[in-house]
């Protein structure tokens, strides 16, 4: 099951009253997920360890609006970890709510994970055919059992998660909380981002570094690929860097984080998300230069793109639509029929910014090209003379099978047509995509022969996978 | 009470059966309120007439989250009307909602209005001596009371309205509803914005243009101040434009709606709310400008000035903010100590985009000043060279007694300290805020001695409030 | 709107502050509707009078599952009123809700009451004429209306009441709670019952006695058929008996009450409501006897009945049904067609308990004879040899105006069949009702002529109103 | 964890298209479970399987509180289970409802079951040391685990079961459904109830005959304790009595159903729970003889007994109190001290049945005496002269071991008190238990000896448990 997420924890801190901290665990975790709520808005969950119990609460919506007050007092304890979790089709139940908590034969475990394993059914049935049985779909009730089973045969939860990790194939950025320790760990290639910082003396791990920003936690550094954290109970960290697996792997550091789903005023593994994002649109002015009057973004995930593309060509920036922040998730929308009539319902083209002008759009993606057909309509529609689509990243060809629910291979429309075809079929006046070569540009890289190379994953670009 | 709100009627059309229309009154409502969300997130309603028969339903909370499928369809009628409400300290309770519905001796009559009535303990006083009683706080149920004290020597409603109207100082555009007809007035001196669109031939009213647009009904023109205008049973359009009371007064746009309150893609009364802000901010570059590096709205009321402010200076525009969207209102926000921690709840600074950089920070106005010294704090932190902040408003110095919730005369920052001193109380570089005489450019006029000759309210500017 | 309902009210006492009560005046009030929630289960609401401010809090649903102990708490204050409401057709709405609180000239009023005026549609033409207007369908906001009326030209609140009193025809017993006072009134021919309590000094008041036990107060009296109660701000209870309107007129006391609808444990105007139906199950014992082998209740209001009737005749006292109290309110009932499968709902029989047993089944009433019919058939369906009716009341001919809403005439079986049509249609081997001439026994009267002579209400079996 | 529970199954039929059932399965476990509310008010829950998919839907609360129409519609399918959840302290949770599903190598699993497991540690020790891992603390997660891990090596589902129970000590009456099959279980010695019915063809299984008399099902049989049935695709109900593990056990079926947690219109192992109670009453009056005026049972569970009693005395039978059925789930208790003023809140006493009369109080049982002194002080406050208590069983004086939650051995007044000592705690004017050799009278056994010979389970009077 595909899936994006967010994950935060947060350690106690090295000795003394954890009652007498600044802030609760479970309140940095709220404050921490509510962050990386970009991450996932289906549903979201903390667990908490206190005195040796581990505890959880789990809820189906957002983190601002599932917990109240008196949930969050009562999930008192040293250390915390949450989760939060992309809508997915089928699945969206609260069973599958992250994060997991289990009872094993020496103790317990609390589980949150981001990414997506792609040997899952494969590890699902090797535990199956020795009696295990599975009461969700997710990944990281898999991932909580076998690191038990491996902890049978191991010392500590650490080694257990170390020697889980070398049967874990693909994805992911992993809080493991037991009654004592916590234990963090990201995949050899590091797909999803993890990072860590520090608060008042106390440890924080965010998915993203606007967790830490938001909690007002220090950075301290990325979680590196292939690496096991180890958070004892003394608060000491303990960095299994070197033996662990992976070791020395090709790293495949997501690059649509960079285009898309990170907020933009995280850092990545160094590199800022901002900074990706107006080097994209500057790259794009440059390759794809086009005579207009206003550069316009797609709220939101377009706007550095467009600012960068703007200052880049010397083409006026300016806002083309309006979008309404207030769509909930029990919006009662038009109909089909309806929504003929021209009825908009989450972005409202700005007539007077538009009307008679030669619009250059600045959009992150297109994925089946029936959002990009309405919008043009739209500001052609409210007097727009020309728009000029220009996308800061290249054609999506291929689907993600690493953590990123975007869509299927047939749902895709640049793996049916080609930019051309597409321009036609969205209405636009001109198209163009970010060349796949200058991807590694958006993370300082300067060797553009692939992405590769840079050690990052492009594969829904370039339907190359990394092994 | 002083609140700010949005209104939405829409009439069942000419002939015909409503019920095959493509949009059912109460969806079209719906969606207009959705669109004029903005205006008011503490509660909203809906009242259609069918048959005769009135039928209200009202919530706490947003349009999309307080109104089902099955509660919609139910709204079944021709005519319908329905209201958004700011939220106010105290008097949060279902009772206060719009529309208001009530029943009298010629039948019955729903209201929803948007402003407020300067006058109304006076009338409330002498509807009260005669026994009247009231449920409610609202200036809707006072409304409502006294159209049907009228209706009582009234040949019809319309009349009733108009002689109702000439009890009424101070501001409101209101919606009224009876069984078979909608009612429709402006104050004389216009101070809410009200506009009139045709949609598949049936008559569309809207506090402002962006609920046409998202209903995909056509701007037709207007409700012009002092105006009434009766919807009759035949679907035609009345309006009592020449013998209205306050013919020929004073007009008093409120000039604040341009500035902030109005969703920048509206056109009031003739003026686009985007023009009037991209204006601010070149005026403000102009009036006072600044070498920097970067200019950065406070988003997102301030981007259009900001966007003005950047081309008319020549200073780069970026994004200097990271808004959080998912604030929910049950958010639980840390304690006052936790925040001096730098925990950033709404807005994170990007330091990527900021960091060792001159900036012009563009925002629309400051009442008390804290959120400005909280903001600026911030990108200093970040590591922001200099802040220079722009204010698209003159400073506030007096309370509305027109419909806008601002504050009360003792908490506005500029009704206690010049610039100079609130430029030290937040921390910034420099301050400037935009010239009371240059408020009449923001509407087209040429003439910037006064608000007053444009025929707008610049009274929380001026403390010269229309008689 | 015909209704039944109950009220309960407290002052705060004569002295001292109130906060330091054994049990807030909202605790109380709480506490008293949940006794009295069998008088009504669709709404409840309560309000306080707090140092000359009045509030309220008015829910759909069940007292116990519509007040969390936050809400409670909150509503601080040293006099309070509640009110429990039945569910009727139509009308179900917030705003229907008791107790209404309402602003006027001279301050404010909260009002509860239980009963209905006849003349209401007269009362509020009268008002409406003079330009009031209404915003709900229910009594106690007429009553509130004119009590406010005539509270212009009185001096104190209670005069206005008692003045109001001369216009209201039918029955209502009523709590009006003003910042300072409350005033308790019963229509002068105390249809509906109220009484009087003592609890720490603190006077406290009910529709019926087992309000004052479930909070510890001791009985007072009844307040009597007509008169008015002030309880002051010091505490001080007048009683305004004698020059009440209505002084003197014939009494009406809903016989109903002690047939059905109070709870067993009250005692209503002197006459315990437990002994009444011990006296017409005796009664019917002797006016109709079969020979049985056992006597079972239609539980829960047949029990006592029932008891009565096996004690006089010699029958063993057994129970037919069990009943299950787990159907709420949302309870998915079967459809038609499946309860043809003779799916129990609600009533099971015991079958161990009747089969092959001639049984006496006792009913306090039939309304329209379809609940009987089915219950009789799934005793037979058990094994019941032969199944004897004997109902605790005459039946049923006429609707009631007081305020018991039992059934439209055409609805009700004894309006069209007589008592050997309606054994055949509900498939009884015998049926008989209890004589009406028997109704004065009920309530220790020895005139059986009829009971308007016991001065109590008998129109729904006699067709015969109090004028 | 002790948890007394209630489970409900049924087939979909023979053949032919299920969704041509005048009920569907969901439906009539729907039904089934709200007639065995009594036995479980916490949660509820219900699984079904359509076209080889299971699917469960699980709520806190009340089965008609916790599921609406559309829920249940959407619970298509052919099988069904389901379960009622007694609450329990600590581990009220979601996790913690059934039915449970998983997942495992062979297929899918749904479990339910009524019961506890002796050696439950011990097992989920031995699946622990295996790798096992646990992520809730119900039997029912460890009887699936231990039945999917037999699968492995089995041909059938039904053989897993059989194998499993091989290992598991204690009580259980189990419902497992597979995509395809229904397999039934009860442990060997029967300890809790189970039975069969049919409906238009279809097998049903309910904790209780109730359960099938509320859907309209025949009853058929009962399960027979250490029986394994499984109904096959084909509809054909296999029984799996001969070779079962545990066949020829002692059986122990439990007393204390008959006695008080059991509806009385239930049979259990053809003996009716009516017939029982009454029994015990009559067996009360004769061992415990006095002069008094009336029999009063504490209701509801001391009813039957109570009439026993009278019937057997030929003391008149009456209620003694009236039950307030409106106590929800959030009922706001009031607090100790102003519980000392003699509030009353889920009885009140019947003042004018009692007053002044000598009383036979009869109820079920004592567990911490709390309860019976505060009524029987209530009952002398309402006058009552004397009260003579009767407990229709022997005093409870050791833990249950086998699902029913009793109290703690600390907790249990008959194991610190002998009976005049407890009379005197309680405040009665004499008291007496039924003889423990009474026991097996109650369940038509003229062995007096001990219960043990009649194959029962009477260890919570006996402090003798079976094996």
Same mark, same amino acid.
């Given at each position: 099951?595909?899936?994006?997420?967010?994950?935060?924890?947060?350690?106690?801190?090295?000795?003394?009253?954890?009652?007498?901290?600044?802030?609760?665990?479970?309140?940095?975790?709220?404050?921490?997920?509510?962050?990386?709520?970009?991450?996932?808005?289906?549903?979201?969950?903390?667990?908490?360890?206190?005195?040796?119990?581990?505890?959880?609460?789990r809820?189906?919506?957002?983190?601002?609006?599932?917990?109240?007050?008196?949930?969050?007092?009562?999930?008192?304890?040293?250390?915390?970890?949450g989760?939060?979790?992309?809508?997915?089709?089928?699945?969206?139940?609260?069973?599958?709510?992250?994060?997991? *908590?289990?009872?094993?034969?020496?103790?317990?475990?609390?589980?949150?994970?981001?990414?997506?394993?792609?040997?899952?059914?494969?590890l699902?049935?090797?535990?199956?055919?020795?009696?295990?049985?599975?009461?969700?779909?997710?990944?990281?009730?898999?991932?909580?059992?076998?690191?038990?089973?491996?902890?049978?045969?191991?010392?500590?939860?650490?080694?257990? =998660?170390?020697?889980?990790?070398?049967?874990?194939r693909?994805?992911?950025?992993?809080?493991?909380?037991?009654?004592?320790?916590?234990?963090?760990?990201?995949?050899?290639?590091?797909?999803?981002?993890?990072?860590?910082?520090?608060?008042? +003396?106390?440890?924080?791990?965010?998915?993203?570094?606007?967790?830490?920003?938001?909690?007002?936690?220090?950075?301290?550094?990325? =979680?590196?690929?292939?690496? =096991?954290? &180890?958070?004892?109970?003394?608060?000491?960290?303990?960095?299994?860097?070197?033996?662990?697996?992976?070791?020395?792997?090709?790293?495949?550091?997501?690059?649509?984080?960079?285009?898309?789903?990170?907020r !933009?005023?995280?850092?990545?593994?160094?590199?800022?998300?901002?900074?990706?994002?107006?080097k994209?649109?500057?790259?794009?002015?440059?390759?794809? !230069?086009?005579?207009?009057?206003?550069?316009?973004? *797609?709220?939101?995930?377009?706007?550095?793109?467009?600012?960068?593309?703007?200052?880049?060509?010397?083409?006026?920036?300016?806002?083309?639509?309006?979008?309404?922040?207030?769509?909930?998730?029990?919006?009662?929308?038009?109909?089909?029929?309806?929504?003929?009539?021209?009825?908009?319902?989450?972005?409202?083209?700005?007539?007077?910014?538009?009307?008679?002008?030669?619009? *250059?759009?600045?959009?992150?993606?297109?994925?089946? +090209?029936?959002?990009s057909?309405?919008?043009?309509?739209?500001?052609?529609?409210?007097?727009?003379?020309?728009?000029?689509?220009?996308?800061?990243?290249?054609?999506?060809?291929?689907?993600c099978?690493f +953590?990123?629910?975007?869509?299927?291979?047939?749902? &895709?429309?640049?793996?049916?047509?080609?930019?051309?075809?597409?321009?036609?079929?969205?209405?636009?006046?001109?198209?163009?995509?970010?060349?796949?070569?200058?991807?590694?540009?958006?993370?300082?890289?300067?060797?553009?022969?692939?992405?590769?190379?840079?050690?990052c994953?492009?594969?829904?670009f370039?339907?190359?996978?990394?092994?």
């Amino acid at each position: 099951m595909h899936e994006e997420c967010g994950v935060f924890g947060i350690h106690g801190g090295a000795a003394g009253d954890f009652r007498q901290q600044s802030i609760s665990a479970a309140q940095a975790v709220y404050l921490g997920l509510y962050a990386l709520q970009h991450r996932g808005q289906e549903s979201c969950g903390i667990a908490v360890s206190n005195a040796g119990v581990l505890r959880a609460e789990r809820r189906m919506g957002l983190v601002s609006e599932s917990f109240d007050a008196p949930t969050l007092v009562a999930l008192t304890g040293e250390n915390a970890i949450g989760h939060v979790r992309y809508s997915t089709a089928g699945g969206s139940c609260i069973e599958n709510c992250q994060p997991i *908590v289990t009872r094993y034969a020496k103790g317990r475990l609390a589980v949150a994970h981001n990414g997506n394993l792609r040997n899952a059914d494969e590890l699902r049935d090797k535990l199956a055919a020795t009696g295990a049985l599975f009461q969700t779909t997710a990944d990281s009730e898999l991932i909580a059992q076998w690191i038990i089973r491996e902890r049978m045969g191991s010392r500590s939860i650490e080694e257990a =998660v170390m020697r889980a990790m070398s049967h874990f194939r693909g994805a992911y950025s992993l809080l493991a909380l037991s009654p004592r320790k916590l234990v963090i760990a990201r995949d050899p290639m590091g797909f999803r981002p993890l990072c860590i910082g520090k608060l008042d +003396g106390r440890w924080v791990f965010s998915s993203e570094t606007c967790g830490l920003d938001t909690v007002g936690a220090e950075f301290f550094r990325d =979680v590196e690929p292939g690496e =096991v954290i &180890l958070i004892d109970t003394n608060g000491e960290l303990h960095s299994f860097r070197d033996n662990c697996p992976g070791k020395g792997a090709r790293k495949a550091i997501c690059i649509f984080e960079y285009i898309y789903f990170a907020r !933009p005023d995280s850092v990545i593994d160094g590199i800022p998300v901002h900074n990706s994002r107006m080097k994209a649109g500057a790259l794009l002015a440059e390759q794809s !230069p086009v005579k207009a009057d206003l550069v316009i973004p *797609v709220p939101d995930s377009g706007i550095e793109a467009a600012v960068g593309y703007a200052r880049a060509s010397g083409t006026p920036y300016g806002m083309g639509f309006v979008r309404n922040n207030y769509v909930g998730r029990t919006f009662i929308k038009p109909t089909q029929s309806e929504r003929r009539k021209s009825i908009a319902v989450k972005l409202t083209p700005m007539t007077q910014s538009i009307a008679g002008k030669r619009l *250059v759009m600045v959009d992150d993606s297109i994925v089946r +090209g029936s959002t990009s057909a309405n919008i043009i309509r739209a500001l052609k529609n409210a007097g727009a003379r020309e728009v000029h689509v220009r996308i800061s990243s290249p054609p999506i060809i291929a689907p993600c099978y690493f +953590g990123t629910d975007i869509a299927t291979r047939e749902e &895709l429309i640049s793996n049916r047509l080609n930019a051309e075809e597409i321009r036609q079929e969205i209405g636009a006046d001109s198209l163009d995509f970010l060349r796949i070569g200058s991807l590694p540009l958006l993370i300082d890289s300067n060797d553009q022969s692939s992405c590769a190379n840079r050690q990052c994953c492009d594969a829904c670009f370039s339907d190359d996978y990394p092994a």
